[in-house]
């Protein structure tokens, strides 16, 4: 891993608003083909760290690298794939099927005017069947319930083919049979497709065994290297509002 | 019926009226679903601003409105984007402050007429060769730019950061969006009316969402609704000598309420 230039490379990244501290001199990395989470309270930061890793907020000291590139130089964008928090709350009335959806996860790679192309097909139906929406594809999205509109746009992110996999907490709403398949998922997406995952979520007990790297975000981040520390890490982690203050953001060697 | 077709001016507002119908409802359909309905309102009050310039300073109204509409909007998108000021506070004051500019205009220049009041609610008499020409150009250059990008608008309608974060340039595209609107409701104002443009815009699409289907098949929805109203608000327009926008709003209103209608729960 040492070796891997990172995906992600931010340094003493800060972020205030009104004169509130949301994100403290955050330092991390993430490298290819690993399975991240991140949990932490809610308003401790977490949406607002994504955010800043894909350019749509601007933080006010620090840098965010990608690919080892500024974000304003990057143009790869289809390689990274999106599922924001409130995702699956969409107008109800808005005129999309469920293919519209996932179709919107080709349309920056796609040739102006050119039609769907072979491929495309292949990479939408591969991506509905992977999340297993494919018996949904022609109904609206609005009629669809929370935990299958969430499919569905994780199903939009997988048809970009991304390298790397943002969620944020897109397990609101989603029944517990369906989140284990998710988990299962998630996996084998990461162990067979060496798809990069960073997971936002509260449920880190249950995938504890699939990730390589937890990090804490509570204003400041906590970030756990070695994954047999995961427990205490998780412990340690319970109090996160307290001990985030307290530790330093340390990094163990890789 | 068809007797109408035997005059000039008649053959040269169906013209207009047609492309104007197709024009509208299709951009329609994307500022509906960026839940920005009231910047058709206010680019009509702009492109009147333009109106009034062209017919104080004695050039031609058609094309200072495209000027004036497509200066209004780039002001609200930069004022959008810039301050993040919340966009229908933005819209409501472009809007007062045209109309008050307009009417100041008008009343130096003393050309408060006939002339003025067919820009406001539309006329099928004032339509010239000329303005035919405009409308096909600019519209055909219009229509395509939308095609061009209706995909990433599309995306971009459903969620501009997603949209942003997979790649596609927003910012442009936005600008590009608000542009186009704004020569479509430019060109609309002879035929429509700048009082009554903004209805021919949002009213189709609106009126296509109740049926709740795909993107597609709503656009083509709209899309006959459009054609619908205007074609038959022009025809009550000259056999009842009624401001066409007038008619053409009353005939798209009546689309609505059937859709509501038929589509209720
Ligand atoms: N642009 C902004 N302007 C004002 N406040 C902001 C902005 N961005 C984030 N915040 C504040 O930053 C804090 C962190 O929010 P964030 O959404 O990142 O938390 P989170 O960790 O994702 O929480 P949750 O678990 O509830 O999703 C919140 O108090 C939020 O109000
Ligand atoms: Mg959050």
Request: hydrophobic residues 50%; glycine residues 6%.
């Amino acid at each position: 891993m040492k070796f891997n230039l990172p995906i992600f490379d931010i340094k003493n990244l800060t972020f205030i608003v009104k004169g509130q501290r949301i994100l403290s001199n955050i330092s991390l990395e993430i490298f290819r083909s690993e399975y991240i989470a991140i949990i932490g309270p809610n308003g401790g930061g977490k949406t607002t760290l994504i955010r800043m890793l894909l350019g749509l907020e601007k933080p006010t000291t620090g840098e965010v690298k990608i690919y080892g590139k500024k974000l304003s130089n990057f143009k790869e964008w289809h390689k990274i794939g999106y599922v924001p928090q409130r995702a699956s709350h969409v107008d109800s009335s808005f005129p999309a099927t469920v293919l519209d959806i996932v179709k919107m996860g080709r349309t920056s790679q796609r040739g102006f005017f050119s039609s769907f192309s072979e491929t495309d097909k292949k990479l939408v139906y591969d991506a509905m069947a992977k999340m297993d929406i494919l018996d949904l594809k022609d109904k609206m999205i609005g009629t669809l319930s929370g935990g299958q509109r969430q499919r569905a746009m994780i199903a939009r992110a997988l048809a970009s083919k991304p390298e790397i996999l943002i969620l944020d907490e897109p397990n609101t709403g989603v029944d517990a049979a369906s989140q284990k398949n998710f988990y299962a998922l998630l996996r084998k997406l990461n162990k067979e497709d060496k798809i990069t995952i960073v997971f936002i979520t509260h449920d880190i007990g249950v995938i504890a065994d699939d990730i390589a790297r937890l990090f804490t975000i509570n204003e400041k981040a906590i970030i756990c290297n070695n994954p047999k520390q995961l427990l205490s890490c998780q412990e340690m982690s319970e109090l996160y509002g307290i001990d985030a203050h307290l530790l330093h953001n340390h990094k163990h060697e890789h | 019926m068809l007797e109408m077709f035997e005059y000039d001016f008649m053959q040269r507002a169906f013209v207009a009226g047609i492309i104007i119908a197709v024009l509208a409802s299709v951009s329609g359909t994307f500022v509906v679903l960026k839940r920005y309905s009231m910047i058709s309102e206010t680019l009509a009050h702009s492109a009147l601003v333009g109106v009034a310039v062209g017919l104080v300073g004695g050039f031609n109204p058609l094309w200072m409105a495209v000027l004036f509409a497509i200066i209004s909007a780039w002001l609200i998108e930069y004022l959008r984007s810039a301050f993040s000021l919340y966009s229908d506070a933005v819209l409501a004051i472009l809007l007062s402050g045209s109309l008050a500019a307009a009417v100041i205009i008008v009343s130096i220049g003393g050309a408060f007429n006939n002339s003025l009041f067919s820009y406001l609610f539309g006329s099928i008499l004032s339509v010239s060769s000329e303005d035919v020409v405009t409308i096909a150009i600019f519209g055909t250059l219009s229509l395509g730019a939308l095609l061009f990008f209706s995909k990433e608008l599309y995306f971009i309608a459903y969620d501009e950061e997603v949209a942003q974060t997979s790649g596609i340039k927003v910012n442009f595209l936005n600008f590009l969006l608000v542009s186009v609107v704004a020569v479509i409701i430019a060109l609309s104002i002879r035929v429509v009316g700048s009082l009554l443009i903004g209805a021919l815009m949002i009213i189709p699409s609106v009126s296509a969402l109740q049926f709740r289907v795909g993107f597609l098949k709503t656009v083509i929805i709209s899309l006959i609704f459009g054609l619908f109203s205007v074609v038959s608000g022009m025809t009550l327009s000259f056999y009842f000598s009624l401001p066409s926008g007038a008619t053409i709003v009353l005939c798209v209103l009546v689309i609505f309420i059937i859709s509501l209608i038929i589509n209720r729960k």
